[in-house]
């Protein structure tokens, strides 16, 4: 086991890939804020990654698991739809209040 994967062991951590290059850099650190704003017990890392490989990339990954991807899903998640989707990661008990209904 590497240092760096022993060290996030038992961490939840967020990852949003964009492509900069369609301008997702405020709609990636939007959606960045809002995670940390619910999520601010929960997660311990949220990386903005942007893909300088991939144009037209924007995928959510929590924990290592593909949450939300625009190819995959269709367009862009809302913003309820994500965190409900990010919870069952990182806080599968947590009940998101009004965002729930």
Known sequence: ?????????????????YCPGCGWLLRSAWMAQEILTTFREE????????SRDESGVFRVEANGELVW?????????????????????????????????
Do not use: W, Y
């Open 1 to 17: 086991m590497s240092k760096h994967s022993s060290e996030n062991e038992g961490r939840n951590q967020v990852t949003i890939t």
């Open 43 to 50: 997660v311990d890392d949220l990386t903005l990654r942007p």
């Open 69 to 101: 991807c625009r190819n995959r899903d269709g367009g862009f998640p809302e913003i309820k739809a994500l965190k409900q989707a990010i919870r069952d990661c990182v806080a599968p008990e947590r009940n998101l209040g009004h965002s729930e209904s």
